[in-house]
């Protein structure tokens, strides 16, 4: 039944694809998510239709995703009838122009930054877009469909092999959906690293009914970005996953829980569900089995620790999302009371393609212990901000500074924050371990859900560490009070530390709340000190430098730097212009700094940069 | 253990209170169709805050009928989630990104100089009422770090100083106020060289 029904949609899907994989009109395809939307991509898109249309242009203006590659954006690839596409980088709406009157032309825009030709050969002078240092050793499964189909149409998605995940399960019984989890190995990506497929199996041994499905798609984790990426780009990967997990674990109703920073993913998903419920794979008798399966997306409001597992069962229950006490496990009492599971995005995304292609097909990517492809977004001290997806068990380095570029020209790498805030830290010279969880744990760290930033050396590792106290304390439910009060300790002796006034007791102090905040009831309390840890761990030399000598090697903690004039220039002038305290004054001719009013902002040493000096406080001679 | 789940206690609806008719009418329009265990709660607030650009008190107390609760949990909930809001944002809020991308590229820099140009502390309103700082989450534009937000719009990769020209434009001291963009990618020239004068 279900089959003959599949074909037809298919079918009729491929014919809409087929526009876009073959195209016989000029196609250009401009990329829209929230990374590309704040660089001015929908003003691309906008120019780009209106000029077409009143050029009266032959051409086709479509939207797509992102392909994750957020430091060329806004992305616009060019696709001519029989030839491979053109990706131009940086194509803000005044530069559309002159790009459609080159396309017209029909050459490579010459004016314009084409940063690469799709697929694998490369073309007229420009690379491979697999061949580019950020693509090259990425394996796309879970972004096949990022930036090249249009998220907005479930055709496309369909077209590309969606939904036969969906079809081959239904035709299986769950537990078999559940075994060949299990045989593919996956586990949550959301940073537990507990096995899926047993998960699943909780769930479907629970006796009570409704049983509740849920996607954390709370990505609060700051510099993590991956889930955003994938829900605005191919929402219906994570529709389809989660309909295979309703059938599999014999659940009534899905949620989707999406953070509230995300509008745009909470639109797409939004579409996806009603898209997917008008073609009859959402709601009553999907695709004419028996199985039913509803499904819902919620908007959250803004609270860190909605993304731990019960305090989000907590938030869809109308209280405070404060995490609840375990056991009962979700699986015994979750939503209302009921049988529910939580996963993570890629967890979910990833189940259709275990369907779809097997378990064995899934399972050659990977390391001996890891399987699959992971995704990572790079951010901070790194040349190329972006999203990425590599085999499990890829060195971290290989990740960092060959794709990702490294820190900017002229600096070094100090440390690796792997996912999250409460991940902790490696140093540099352990950037080689491979990407995934076990090399991590060794080193007190966890791997996260994937958002990796990156620290170069004129970052203060005591001032990372101040941030992420804060972040810990600001989202801290109140239940427990190791993890309210002792996170706010932590953070006064941190803030103590940079100030210039820290003693050595406090490093015992500091261990002692560490140890103790290990009794919270969440991950939340008990990962909060990882950071701090790491710092005791690998970078003690630094941590004592800023107790013992009163001084910050990176000149970042603001109680131990002072700005002076060391020189008079001719751009001091600037310097007392831009000071926003009127620090910079002029004394007969003569500039100096009035250390009460100066708010050590920076400003005037960016005017006056060889003038101007950040010098220790309490240097010694 | 189990009590947690079965959680707001049920009490009797309490009847609304203060606040004008229209404005208890036009809260009540918005939430109808709403009810208790629906997952309804979140989307309440954010009708309401979308409708009104926060959450007015008199909303607490006919969401607690609504909801079946009392107003004392409708109120921990809103305090609870930090994008929901009980009073009405500044005229005119910039919105500062605090996650680690932007940590780490000196952010903190260009909050201090905001906090001094706007003459406002971050979460709070300048005294005359004008201008807000709001701290938000990383949402991952972490290619434009560090930046702040105006009216939907994201300004970065600032310098301190390009914040500080950025914010006294924005305050109208340096000419006509204004919220230009930097053009993404725009290019600009370099400066000359600084030139060291000999003092004596």
């Known amino acids: 039944m279900t089959l003959p029904r599949y074909k037809e949609m298919w079918q009729q899907a491929e014919d809409v694809w087929a526009r876009t994989a073959r195209p016989v009109r000029t196609l250009i395809k401009v990329g829209v998510a929230t990374c590309s939307r704040v660089v001015g991509a929908e003003e691309t898109l906008q120019v780009l239709r209106s000029e077409v249309h009143e050029r009266a242009f032959d051409f086709e203006v479509m939207l797509t995703g992102c392909p994750g590659l957020c430091y060329a954006e806004p992305l616009v690839e060019v696709v001519q009838p029989n030839a491979p596409g053109i990706l131009y980088q940086r194509v803000t709406a005044d530069k559309v122009p002159s790009l459609l009157q080159a396309v017209a032309e029909g050459g490579i825009a010459q004016d314009q930054q084409a940063l690469a030709v799709m697929g694998d050969q490369e073309s007229g002078g420009l ?73 699943w199996e909780f769930l479907y041994n629970a006796k009570r009914k409704p049983k509740y499905l849920i996607c954390n798609a709370d990505e609060g984790d700051p510099g993590s970005f991956v889930n955003r990426n994938l829900m605005e780009s191919d929402p219906q990967l994570l529709v389809e996953g989660m309909i295979i997990g309703g059938y599999a674990t014999d659940a009534d109703k899905g949620f989707i829980y999406i953070r509230d920073e995300y509008p745009l993913p909470v639109e797409r998903m939004e579409l996806a569900v009603q898209q997917a419920r008008e073609r009859g794979l959402v709601g009553e008798n999907i695709l004419g089995s028996d199985f039913s399966f509803e499904l819902e997306v919620v908007r959250g409001a803004g609270s860190y620790v909605c993304g731990d597992e019960t305090g ?293 040493r960016e005017q006056a940069p060889y003038a101007i000096a950040v010098v220790d406080e309490f240097a010694t001679a | 253990m189990f009590s947690q789940a079965s959680h707001n206690s049920r009490l009797t609806p309490v009847e609304p209170v203060a606040g004008s008719t229209e404005l208890l009418a036009r809260i009540s329009e918005l939430v109808g169709g709403l009810s208790p265990d629906k997952v309804d709660l979140l989307k309440a607030f954010h009708r309401i805050q979308h409708e009104f650009g926060y959450v007015p008190r008199e909303a607490v107390p006919l969401l607690a009928g609504k909801f079946r609760t009392t107003p004392a949990i409708i109120y921990g909930t809103i305090d609870f989630y930090s994008e929901v809001r009980l009073a009405p944002s500044a005229e005119t809020t910039v919105e500062w990104c605090s996650g680690p991308a932007c940590l780490l590229k000196g952010s903190l820099n260009i909050r201090r100089a905001l906090e001094a140009i706007l003459d406002c502390e971050m ?28 009216e939907g719009r994201y300004i970065g990769p600032l310098t301190v100083s390009e914040s500080i020209e950025w914010a006294r434009r924005l305050k109208g001291e340096d000419g006509r106020a204004s919220t230009q963009d930097r053009g993404a990618g725009a290019e600009e020239e370099p400066p000359e060289a600084e030139r060291l004068v000999e003092t004596e």
């Not at chain 1, 796309?140 to 189909?149: K, P």
């Not at chain 1, 907005?152 to 081959?168: F, K, M, S, T």
């Open chain 1, 127 to 199: 690379p491979a877009l697999k061949s580019i240092e950020f693509m090259r050793g990425q394996v796309r499964r879970l972004m096949a469909n990022c930036g090249v189909t249009d998220p907005e149409n479930i055709d496309h998605y369909i077209a590309r092999g969606g939904y036969e995940g969906l079809v081959r399960a239904l035709g299986m019984k769950p537990v078999e959906v559940i075994d060949e989890l299990k045989k593919s190995g996956l586990w949550g990506r959301g940073g537990a690293a507990f096995s899926t497929g047993l998960k």
């Open chain 2, 123 to 150: 979460n709070r309103t300048s005294a005359d009422g004008k201008f807000g700082l709001r701290l938000v989450q990383c949402d991952g534009t972490c290619h434009l770090a560090p930046l702040v937000r105006h």
């Open chain 1, 312 to 604: 989000l069962l907590s938030s869809l229950e109308d209280r405070r999302g404060m995490p609840k006490i375990k056991p009962p496990f979700p699986a015994q009492a979750g939503v209302f009371a009921m049988p529910s599971n939580i996963n993570n995005v890629e967890s979910y995304t990833n189940v259709p393609l275990i369907m779809r292609h097997g378990a064995e097909w899934w399972a050659e990517m990977g390391s001996e212990k890891h399987k699959g492809t992971k995704m990572f977004s790079l951010s901070g001290q790194v040349q190329r901000v972006g999203i990425l997806e590599v085999p499990l068990g890829t060195p971290t380095g290989e990740v960092v500074m060959r794709m990702g570029g490294g820190p900017p020209e002229g600096r070094k790498l100090k440390a690796v924050q792997p996912g999250g805030p409460l991940s902790g830290v490696i140093p540099a010279s352990d950037v080689d371990i491979p990407l995934e969880p076990d090399p991590y744990r060794e080193r007190g760290v966890l791997m996260g859900s994937g958002g990796l930033v990156i620290l170069d050396d004129t970052n203060c590792i005591v001032d990372l560490c101040i941030y992420f106290e804060w972040f810990a304390e600001d989202e801290s439910c109140g239940r427990c009070t190791t993890c309210f009060a002792g996170t706010r300790r932590m953070l006064e002796i941190l803030r103590r530390i940079s100030s210039g006034r820290g003693r050595l007791a406090d490093l015992e102090l500091i261990k002692l709340l560490g140890n103790i905040a290990q009794n919270a009831n969440c991950f939340h309390g008990q990962g909060a000190p990882t950071a701090v840890m790491s710092m005791f761990r690998f970078f003690e030399d630094e941590l004592l430098e800023h107790v013992e000598r009163k001084r910050c090697p990176a000149k970042v903690c603001r109680g131990l730097v002072r700005y002076e004039v060391r020189h008079h220039s001719d751009r001091l002038p600037a310097a007392e212009a831009i000071c926003p305290t009127n620090a910079v004054v002029r004394d007969n001719g003569a500039y100096r700094i009035d250390q009460l009013k100066c708010i050590k902002c920076d400003a005037c």
